[in-house]
T-cell receptor, first 110, second 116 residues
Framework: GQSLEQPSEVTAVEGAIVQINCTYQ??????LSWYQQHDGGAPTFLSY????GLEETGRFSSFLSRSDSYGYLLLQELQMKDSASYFC???????????FGKGTTLSVSS | EAGVTQFPSHSVIEKGQTVTLRCDPI?????LYWYRRVMGKEIKFLLH????????ESGMPNNRFLAERTGGTYSTLKVQPAELEDSGVYFC??????????????FGEGSRLTVL
């Protein structure tokens, strides 16, 4: 089966950099995804890594190491609006659905 | 283009009652998923439709849950009879073709179910 581990909470101040780690166990690996969810809102797609290395999209970057079954989401120049829950996810064995971690609650203070 | 829409946004029912949640996916998206998040826990997969067919329903907790997707368009998730542990936020998501392999699903804002 699939399982993912990520920290439950992270706190940071505006302007800082924060890294949210994710380790996974899966019987068939397609890639690692990251989602953001604000309170009461829809989870929204942030990034996807199928290959090792760093993918950068604006202030957010995502990294994957398949040999270590590990990835992280890097958020730079933090803003208050970045306060949200962040989920890593991998596809199930059949590659037909995403399995999510428990999420990391990021709190950004001024 | 309209996103994934879900109805109702919030439902409060008593134990033993029935609730039906509806999801309208993005037009043209063959894949439709139901997920549930119980407070503080993961977004848990329930089931996956490809058009009108159930592709994977391994996440459905028990036979009190019934999902349908009429004509491959909108989907309903019925809980009958509801139990206290069914409380949570039920999310619907959709994707086009094999987009799930890129990890990108489009989620609705969820239906919050409270069972008293």
């Amino acid at each position: 089966g699939q399982s993912l581990e990520q920290p439950s909470e992270v706190t940071a101040v505006e302007g800082a950099i924060v890294q949210i780690n994710c380790t996974y166990q899966t019987s068939g690996f397609y890639g690692l995804s990251w989602y953001q969810q604000h309170d009461g809102g829809a989870p929204t797609f942030l990034s996807y890594n199928a290959l090792d290395g760093l993918e950068e999209t604006g202030r957010f970057s995502s990294f994957l190491s398949r040999s270590d079954s590990y990835g992280y989401l890097l958020l730079q120049e933090l803003q208050m609006k970045d306060s949200a829950s962040y989920f890593c996810a991998v596809a199930n064995q059949a590659g037909t659905a995403l399995i999510f971690g428990k999420g990391t609650t990021l709190s950004v203070s001024s | 283009e309209a996103g994934v829409t879900q109805f109702p946004s919030h439902s409060v029912i008593e134990k033993g009652q029935t609730v039906t949640l509806r999801c309208d996916p993005i037009s043209g998206h063959d894949n439709l998923y139901w997920y549930r998040r119980v407070m503080g826990k993961e977004i848990k997969f329930l089931l996956h439709f490809v058009k009108e067919s159930k592709q994977d329903e391994s996440g459905m907790p028990n036979n009190r849950f019934l999902a349908e997707r009429t004509g491959g368009t909108y989907s309903t998730l019925k809980v009958q009879p509801a139990e206290l542990e069914d409380s949570g936020v039920y999310f619907c998501a959709s994707s086009q073709g094999h987009r799930q392999n890129t990890g990108e699903l489009f989620f609705g804002e969820g239906s919050r179910l409270t069972v008293l």
